[in-house]
Nanobody, 124 residues
Framework: QVQLVESGGGLAQDGGSLRLSCAASGLAFNNYVLGWFRQAPGKVREFVACINWSGVATSYADSVNGRFSISRNNAKKTMSLQMNSLKPEDTALYYC?????????????????WGQGTQVTVSS
């Protein structure tokens, strides 16, 4: 049974930082592209960032590029998202996801496994 479990969400102030983590089990971790998505109330789930199997290639949504940094540790089967210079518009439920496709595809349709989400709230 595949499980992706997020942690690290919480409340931050405008301009602050948070670090999200995702722990995986039940899948061949090294074979999967990993990503973060987020969903704000009343909005569709959107792509945030992704990282390839080796950790060398990353991709970011324009809205977070330069502020967020994604990384992975294949030995520990974990992935992280360092979020700096947070803004109120970053407030959302953040999801960890895994895809068996070889590339990073922003559409939610290409992601096979999802975590339950961790809430990030940024106050102004």
């Amino acid at each position: 049974q595949v499980q992706l479990v997020e942690s690290g969400g919480g409340l931050a102030q405008d301009g602050g930082s948070l670090r999200l983590s995702c722990a995986a089990s039940g899948l061949a971790f090294n074979n999967y592209v990993l990503g973060w998505f987020r969903q704000a109330p009343g909005k569709v789930r959107e792509f945030v960032a992704c990282i390839n199997w080796s950790g060398v290639a990353t991709s970011y949504a324009d809205s977070v590029n330069g502020r967020f940094s994604i990384s992975r540790n294949n030995a520990k089967k974990t992935m992280s998202l360092q979020m700096n210079s947070l803004k109120p518009e970053d407030t959302a439920l953040y999801y960890c996801a895994a895809s068996s496709y070889s590339g990073c595809l922003p559409s939610v349709n290409y992601w096979h496994y999802w975590g339950q989400g961790t809430q990030v709230t940024v106050s102004s």
